[in-house]
């Protein structure tokens, strides 16, 4: 028998098939490179190309991040970790609205499952605390206790704690996203009214920190074109300051010998001061552009003791004195004399003028108020204000929509004009009470939205009312800190961007309104 030389083959070894594990290995990190370290080597031997060898191991194992995935999902596999994704649910049978979505903690702290027992003697549990049986209390425990809480305080389960609720939300959203796209044109807007509650406002310095007054200020006013306000006052003198809100320099100031003004006030072209006083028929009129002061010493067709309160008609080139026994007298300052007269029953305690000048409203010292028409010196109509004893004050809105009256009681009551004019018994839109004092001052904003109303009787009496919601903005005057103390005028800037007052210690607070943008 021949011999046979038999050549031995190496025999690779056949790979059985992995047996379906129901439960895979905890994940070794070593253990894992190992055997990729291994399996490159022997597919390096069989002569693979470095790029064949990649492309293997991406088959084999995947991409490092398919790997990681993978071994991740193996993981909560083996801590039997599931999860509702995508409105999928485990059970074909189950209501969609029980369809919670819930995920487990990624980290779980070993000591929190212990049963450790809170001290509940600490200031800040006390609240939680039913009974004095529970001094101590399980983590568990105390968690619930706190949630019970929550729940009780906020009514329920708050909405956004409902995973069915967020869904519908997001959802919702989405939509309106969707419209959003398919749309064209300006979607922002901003809105120009003046917002109630809060008044947005800063403190300035004193408009006439340059230059205070020695004595009570009576009068303050910005004048009606330019960037300038006028302080007058007891210590005999009128001046005039830039504003700035920073400096506010002064501009020229003028003393009056022997004259303590009472009132002051810019002519309509604000190119004249009218300065009246307590007790002289006299008054002056200073001239700011040639800068020279004119006394009038008498007034023709005037039969009156003295001249302290007037206002100047919105037509301009005449002044509505105030006289006695319940008279009013039109004065041309042209002419320096009256031309008519208009008389009411008891005594003019204040006018005030509407928007276009061809009416006055009078109210008189019980409580009626008068509606002249300027033109004819005719009244047109006469109603009491409601629940007035005794009147002190009156205004009316830039824009001929409202009326404001005041009284000794310190209730203001603010008025539709349209029913002042046509109703012998028009009811108040709102009566304002928030002042216990006198209303000695009315003033509306050139915009009709803020109507400011003050008391001198008292420090602090001064507050500000939104139009036309009719509240009180409930950040001025401000609290636990004196600024304003007693109040016996105040005015606004012609477009509201700043508000002033006179008060009794010299001063002139100045606050600058920041809704408004223009002086």
């Known amino acids: 028998m021949e011999d046979v030389n038999v050549i031995k083959l190496p025999v690779m070894e056949e790979r059985q098939p992995a047996k379906k594990r129901t439960r ?11 055997e990729r370290q291994t399996n490159v080597k022997r597919l390096a031997g069989l002569g693979e190309t470095d790029g064949s060898v990649k492309l293997l191991e991406e088959l084999l194992f995947g991409a490092e991040d398919e790997l990681v995935d993978r071994l991740v999902e193996q993981e909560e596999q083996q801590t039997g970790a599931s999860s509702v994704e995508d409105g999928s649910c485990d059970s074909e049978d189950q209501d969609p609205q029980d369809q919670v979505q819930t995920r487990e903690p990624v980290w779980v702290d070993e000591d929190d499952e212990l049963e450790e027992e809170v001290d509940m003697k600490h200031r800040y549990r006390r609240d939680l605390v039913r009974g004095e049986a529970e001094s101590t209390m399980t983590n568990q425990r105390l968690q619930e206790r706190m949630r019970q809480q929550f729940q009780k305080a906020m009514g329920g389960a708050p ?248 009284s000794q009681s310190g209730v203001v009551n603010v008025y539709s004009q349209e029913a002042c004019l046509n109703s012998a018994n028009p009811k108040p839109l709102k009566a304002v009470m928030n002042l216990l004092t006198s209303a000695t001052s009315l003033t509306f904003n050139r915009s009709s939205e803020i109507l400011a109303i003050a008391s001198r009787a008292e420090d602090e009496a001064v507050r500000l009312v939104h139009l036309p919601s009719l509240t009180v903005f409930s950040n001025f005057p401000v609290s636990k800190r004196k600024i304003v103390y007693r109040t016996s005028c105040l005015d606004f800037s012609p477009h509201s961007g700043f508000f002033s007052l006179a008060n009794n210690k010299g001063h002139a607070p100045l606050f600058r309104l920041l809704h408004y943008k223009d002086f």
Request: overall charge negative; charged content about 25%.
């Open 24 to 34: 895979p290995p905890k994940f070794d990190p070593k253990e894992e490179d190992q």
């Open 159 to 406: 909405s956004w704690a409902d995973a069915n609720v967020k869904k519908k939300n997001a959802d919702e959203e989405d939509e309106e996203d969707e419209d959003l796209l398919r749309r064209t044109g300006n979607f922002v807007a901003s809105s120009d009214r003046l917002p109630s509650g809060v008044l947005r406002m800063k403190k300035c310095l004193h408009a006439n920190s340059s230059r205070p007054s020695e004595d009570g200020l009576t009068t303050v006013q910005f004048h009606p074109s330019a960037q300038v306000v006028m302080t007058a006052g007891l210590d005999q003198s009128v001046s005039l300051f830039q504003v700035d809100g920073k400096t506010n320099p002064k501009i020229q100031s003028i003393h009056l010998e022997r004259f303590p003004v009472h009132r002051a006030q810019f002519s309509r072209d604000g190119d004249t001061v009218i300065a009246t006083s307590l007790k002289n028929k006299m008054f002056y009129l200073y001239d700011m552009m040639e800068g020279r002061v004119t006394p009038v010493h008498a007034v023709r067709g005037l039969n009156e003791a003295r001249v302290k309160e007037f206002s100047v008609c919105p037509e301009g080139g005449a002044l509505l004195l105030t006289g006695t026994n319940g008279y009013l007298h039109l004065l041309t300052l042209k002419t320096k004399e009256v031309v008519r007269s208009m008389k009411i029953n008891g005594d003019v305690i204040g006018v005030a003028f509407s928007h276009d000048g061809s009416k006055v409203f009078v109210n008189s010292e019980d409580g009626e108020v008068y509606v002249w028409d300027m033109r004819s010196s005719r009244c047109m109509n006469r109603f009491t204000d409601e629940g007035c004893v005794k009147g002190t004050s009156i205004a009316s809105s830039p824009n001929g929509q409202y009326l404001a009256c005041g």
